[in-house]
């Protein structure tokens, strides 16, 4: 990830406050349940002095070595075994301290062995391109939210299929994207009129991936096409440079929202182009969201650039009326 290093210093300062106040809290959480539970304090001291206390029995007597080693792992089993009664008479486990982290896997560090963990490099995107750039994730928007109802059931297109039933099938298909995201690479063009809840589902995968430990890049087409053109045209090579569209092509999952809606040109085309072949190269998995249709897509951007999504992308298109209107009606009644 090409990020300038006065942020890079940052995100380390930030993460350093961060992991600073995730310890207090552990701190003070096990004071409360170890205040409670006494014992749990003299079983920790136990557990600390045992391993010096079979070194020293170790050095007095050499020959029965082995023997001290036995009864030092048997007694340390004894203590683990008794505090993991008592935390299961609290109705807790180890990882219960664990809770006050933001991260569990990194611990707030930032790193897992050795390397930047996916948080971090998820605050590194946020840090770097913040609201100014990167669309927000609504808190109403995901899957569990998802209510079919607002489409049609009466309905047809002209294979027989209604809205609420081509829904069910993209939202089914999403779905699927995101809780195999990882393990399986897959495309995405979400295609349809305005309101019919392409974003709606957008964020939902945007937040699932992200939950499950993936860094995303989420952005309107406007913004990253207009991004990508202030970074080639106001380059001072004297200076260090964010590189946004090195963080384009290898983040790991890129959301482009409302494609076409750009101001089009030759070099967005070119863009375009250029950021979806690199990252199928790769297999990277990129969704995009449109209103245009694929006709327009050829008219827009080329015969190429139709031409591969057509070879990398899975096409779904939502049908139907605008259900926010619907909902503002459901909501005022």
């Known amino acids: 990830m090409s990020i300038k290093t006065d942020i890079y210093r940052s995100a380390l300062?930030?993460?350093?406050?961060?992991?600073?106040?995730?310890?207090?809290?552990?701190r003070e959480l096990k004071r409360r349940i170890?205040?409670?539970?006494?014992?749990?304090?003299?079983?920790?001291?136990?557990?600390?002095?045992?391993?010096?206390?079979?070194?020293?029995?170790?050095?007095?007597?050499p020959k029965n070595s082995e023997q001290i080693r036995f009864d030092m792992n048997a007694r340390l089993y004894e203590l683990e075994t008794e505090k993991k009664l008592i935390y299961r008479e609290m109705g807790i486990t180890e990882d219960y301290f664990d809770s006050?982290?933001?991260?569990?896997?990194?611990?707030?560090?930032?790193?897992?062995?050795?390397k930047e963990c996916s948080c971090f490099r998820q605050y590194l995107i946020q840090k770097a391109y913040g609201r100014s750039l990167l669309n927000?994730?609504?808190?109403?928007?995901?899957?569990?939210?998802?209510?079919?109802?607002?489409?049609?059931?009466?309905?047809?297109?002209?294979?027989?299929?209604?809205p609420y039933e081509n829904m069910r099938l993209i939202y089914a298909n999403c779905l699927r994207f995101a809780e195999r995201f990882g393990t399986e690479y897959k495309n995405l063009l979400l295609m349809g009129?305005?309101?019919?809840?392409?974003?709606?589902?957008?964020?939902?995968?945007a937040k699932r991936v992200l939950d499950d430990g993936f860094t995303v890049i989420y952005i309107s087409a406007g913004r990253l096409f207009k991004t990508l053109q202030d970074e080639q045209f106001n380059r001072n090579e004297e200076e260090e440079l964010d590189s946004f569209y090195d963080d384009v092509l290898s983040v790991d999952l890129l959301i482009i929202d409302d494609l076409g809606t750009e101001f089009s040109t030759s070099l967005v085309s070119a863009?375009?182009?250029?950021?979806?072949?690199?990252?199928?190269?790769?297999?990277?998995?990129?969704?995009?969201?449109?209103?245009?249709?694929?006709?327009?897509?050829?008219?827009?951007?080329?015969d190429r650039v139709l031409s591969r999504l057509t070879d990398g992308f899975e096409f779904m298109t939502l049908t139907g009326d605008d259900i926010r209107i619907k909902k503002k009606f459901m909501q005022s009644i």
């Open 100 to 114: 006050v982290y933001r991260c569990p896997k990194c611990k707030d560090t930032g790193m897992v062995d050795g």
């Open 193 to 205: 009129k305005t309101g019919l809840g392409k974003t709606f589902l957008c964020n939902s995968i």
């Open 271 to 302: 863009q375009f182009f250029n950021i979806i072949n690199e990252r199928m190269v790769n297999s990277i998995p990129t969704i995009i969201s449109t209103n245009l249709t694929p006709d327009r897509i050829k008219e827009q951007y080329s």
């Open 136 to 162: 927000e994730l609504s808190e109403e928007e995901s899957f569990e939210t998802f209510n079919p109802d607002f489409y049609s059931r009466t309905d047809v297109d002209r294979h027989g299929v209604s």
């Open 13 to 26: 300062r930030d993460y350093d406050s961060i992991k600073s106040a995730s310890e207090a809290k552990r």
């Open 34 to 61: 170890y205040e409670a539970n006494p014992r749990l304090d003299e079983i920790d001291r136990e557990i600390n002095i045992a391993g010096a206390e079979a070194a020293k029995r170790i050095i007095k007597d």
